[in-house]
């Protein structure tokens, strides 16, 4: 695991663009943490999915038919 720090500054401009929305203070960091987990479920289904096929590598079209599935699991 590497020890750089999230990106804070372009995350933050992006959410205050609605000033109408209350941030907490330490909401940035909680939306990189659920990306974060979100692209690693990506990544684990989308090797099993290549794995199904009988494939080393994991292709486009892999990540795609996984993609389709996980946001419509993922909304809220």
Do not use: C, W, Y
Request: net charge positive; charged share 35%; aromatic share 2%.
């Amino acid at each position: 695991m590497s020890n750089k720090k999230a990106p804070r500054a372009v995350l933050k401009s992006h959410m205050k663009k609605k000033p109408d929305i209350r941030v907490g203070k330490n909401a940035d960091l909680m939306v990189q943490l659920n990306l974060l987990l979100v692209l690693h479920r990506l990544a684990e289904e989308s090797r099993v999915k290549a794995f199904e096929e009988k494939t080393a590598t994991i292709k486009v079209h892999h990540v795609r038919a996984v993609a389709k599935k996980l946001l419509k699991s993922t909304r809220g």
